[in-house]
């Protein structure tokens, strides 16, 4: 059969409205990396995977991102740095995702981020913290909302130097602290801002230890710091090392004013209590915040919903009732990419390739208040020594008491007066 | 010098010793295997997890004392044990040695990915609290304590077993020498099957006194298994007792090089001197 002019005119137009239509409803593919398995995925990983894919399925509900759905392809590191690339690389070559996002831990991120830069993929980090996957790196195509190690490590000191004196009758410069930490970019970063903060700050480090996180025995560890007696003992672990620790610091006898954690295991507080019951009472947390803990007042209007929305998904998926704060790193960074950097990227730059993104993200200026975890999102720029990593984006120094998460620091946010040293009695009061 | 040589120094050389016999302990079932078998559970420690988890669920999770918990991981890891051998081993028995590797390596991943499915990627614990054993300033794990007497106990019962009893004497019978002892009618299938499950039961026996140290989880075996491998190549593939004292003789490298270096230099130090040990004695320190 031929076509007349007229009639070939009209399926080629019939084929371009079509195309645009097909187009305009492209699905979005991201690739979304965690630790499924493996010794991270119970250290919260699995909780922050959670997180995001509430974030995912809440955008789709209301129609996508600028008519587009978005499709998750997980992947699942299994707590491995050569899986967690692997997955990367079938993610974005054969999936062909649009853009990676997620990664749990620091050991993952800092490699991938590279890897992905240089093949100008697009990559969005959702938990991993260590400051060296930007550190003189200058990345383009990766950017960071979430907190980054440094500001852990400066959060706790900081918190000690506006406590010694009132609660601890101790001078700042008398305060001992010890530094012990997984040896992995995330603990050796965390660990780095801890020592430098609290020695300009005047304290004293009597001790600094890095450990591997898949060691079978930290007893020597527990010697050394009886010996050295700190008043305070500044962590950072995961899940298997902390509670490891933890037990032999108990049975062997170590005593400290403080326990101050960073995050990942730390961050477990409803594993923490099944295991130690009270004795992590009153042990602190440097995380960002966990979004239940913030007065939504003091948030943007309609925020405090979205956590409540993503509290009640969570406990519905998962029958837990304490939700970690990984939840609401997995949710609070996915729901600002998809809420504020993609639909810019589709609408000012036309798509979303990686220069769209990389642009749009640039642009992002969120005020403090307007994400779930309070803190507002303005990315460094090109050349800065922190390129990609959220200017504005800050911890808080959590309190754990009698199984409740309360807020200790900065003091503006304060939601208990902290209780420092541990009172008498206490499994690990002097 | 004089604060280096002090109470903590004492403390980290008996917690050494304390460490040294969970480890020997583990080593113990592997040697088992590899003396009479031949064949090299690189799954071993996997095995250690099921009986870790059968340990928690009997007690936690259905109420059964933590003494008869025990017992019951003892025998259902023995069974698995036995199950190992008849299932995966026995067809493999004849081929390559490196076959036989790489069907346990495969057993390790088939496990870990069974335990990662079933029982979930939580981490898991007794919730037990032991008393704490102190001597002045010194203290020490209640759980360790009693590994150490457990190990020791076992050595010794592995010992009478082996040179007591009729069925133990045809163990070590067949240890010496597998081509000879079938031809003078010894059930060689048998024995093997006997000693697999005894070495599966060694498993679940380190599995109840690591339980009360560690949390349970589809990946605690990775913690376990390489430096268990490496206890018993040092000590002599086979070699009981030489497992037992390689076994010491780490765990004092790690404890007491930790405890005056960095806790990582411990490790170091513990590597170094068996790579240097395979480089004069290839067959380990007790090995023929």
Request: hydrophobic content about 50%; aromatic content about 10%.
């Amino acid at each position: 059969m031929r076509l007349g002019f007229p009639a070939r005119v009209s399926v080629l137009a019939g084929a371009l409205v079509c195309g645009s239509a097909l187009s305009a409803a492209a699905d979005i593919k991201i690739g979304v990396i965690y630790d499924l398995t493996g010794p991270f995925a119970g250290g919260g990983s699995k909780a922050a995977a959670i997180g995001t894919q509430i974030a995912i399925d809440m955008i789709n509900e209301k129609g996508g991102v600028e008519g587009h759905k978005i499709i998750p392809i997980n992947a699942d590191a299994q707590s491995k740095a050569d899986v967690a690339i692997n997955e990367a690389e079938r993610l974005l070559n054969q999936e062909k995702v649009d853009l990676l996002m997620g990664v749990y831990s620091s050991a993952h991120c800092v490699p991938l981020a590279q890897k992905v830069d240089a093949a100008q993929k697009f990559f969005w980090a959702n938990v991993c913290v260590a400051s060296a996957v930007f550190k003189d790196k200058n990345l383009k195509y990766v950017f960071r909302p979430q907190v980054h190690s440094d500001q852990f490590g400066e959060a706790s000191c900081k918190f000690l130097a506006e406590v010694a004196k009132p609660k601890m009758k101790k001078e700042v410069k008398d305060l001992k602290v010890a530094i012990i930490h997984e040896d992995g970019p995330y603990g050796v970063g965390v660990a780095q801002g801890n020592e430098e903060v609290c020695k300009e700050l005047g304290m004293q480090v009597v001790l600094k230890e890095g450990y591997s996180a898949s060691s079978a025995d930290l007893s020597s560890l527990v010697t050394k710091l009886k010996r050295a007696r700190p008043d305070v003992i500044l962590h950072t672990g995961y899940n298997p090392d902390i509670t490891l620790f933890l037990r032999q610091s108990r049975e062997g006898g170590l005593r400290f004013d403080a326990m101050i954690g960073h995050g990942a295991g730390y961050g477990q507080i409803d594993k923490l209590i099944e295991t130690f019951k009270d004795d992590v009472n009153y042990f602190y947390n440097v995380d960002p915040v966990a979004a239940q803990l913030l007065d939504a007042k003091s948030l943007k209007p309609g925020i405090g919903d979205l956590t409540a929305e993503m509290i009640k998904r969570y406990k519905a998926q998962t029958g837990v009732q304490e939700v970690p704060p990984h939840t609401s790193m997995g949710f609070n960074q996915t729901w600002i990419f998809l809420s504020d950097v993609l639909p810019r990227a589709i609408k000012k730059y036309g798509g979303f390739d990686a220069e769209a993104l990389r642009k749009a993200a640039l642009e992002t200026n969120i005020p403090e208040g307007g994400t779930i975890q309070g803190y507002g999102v303005k990315f460094n720029p090109p050349g800065h020594k922190m390129a990609g990593q959220n200017a504005l984006s800050s911890p808080v120094v959590m309190q754990y008491v009698k199984g409740e998460t309360k807020i200790a620091w900065p003091t503006g946010l304060r939601t208990i007066d902290p209780v420092i040293p541990l009172p008498k009695g206490h499994a690990y009061a002097r | 010098m004089d604060t280096i040589f002090d109470i903590y120094l004492l403390e980290a050389i008996v917690n050494g010793v304390l460490l040294g016999g969970v480890l020997g302990l583990l080593a113990l079932g592997l040697n088992l295997v590899f003396g009479v078998i031949d064949v090299v559970w690189i799954c071993y420690a996997e095995l250690v997890m099921l009986g870790m988890y059968t340990v928690y669920f009997l007690h936690v999770v259905y109420g059964v004392p933590v003494l008869l918990a025990c017992l019951g991981a003892v025998v259902v890891v023995g069974v698995l044990g036995a199950l190992l051998h008849y299932l995966v081993i026995r067809p493999v028995l004849q081929s390559e040695p490196i076959n036989q590797l790489l069907v346990t390596g495969g057993v390790l991943f088939f496990l870990q990915s069974f335990a990662t499915l079933v029982f979930g990627i939580e981490f898991r614990n007794l919730g037990l609290k032991l008393p704490i054993l102190n001597f002045g300033e010194m203290y020490f794990s209640y759980a360790r304590v009693l590994a150490f007497l457990v190990a020791l106990a076992g050595m010794v019962g592995l010992y009478l077993f082996l040179t007591r009893t009729f069925l133990g004497t045809a163990i070590r019978a067949i240890a010496q020498d597998r081509e000879i002892m079938p031809l003078m009618g010894v059930d060689s299938r048998k024995l093997y099957l006997v000693t697999s499950g005894i070495g599966g039961g060694l498993a679940g026996l380190a599995a109840c006194l690591l339980v009360l140290q560690y949390d349970v989880h589809p990946a605690i075996g990775l913690t376990f298994g390489p430096i268990t491998f490496m206890i018993c190549v040092l000590g002599g593939l086979g070699n009981m007792i030489g497992g037992f004292v390689a076994a010491f003789i780490i765990s004092q490298f790690i404890s007491i090089g930790g405890f005056f270096f960095h806790i990582e230099w411990g490790y170091v130090i513990a590597f170094a001197f068996f790579i240097l040990t395979m480089f004069i004695r290839p067959q380990g320190l007790f090995g023929k």
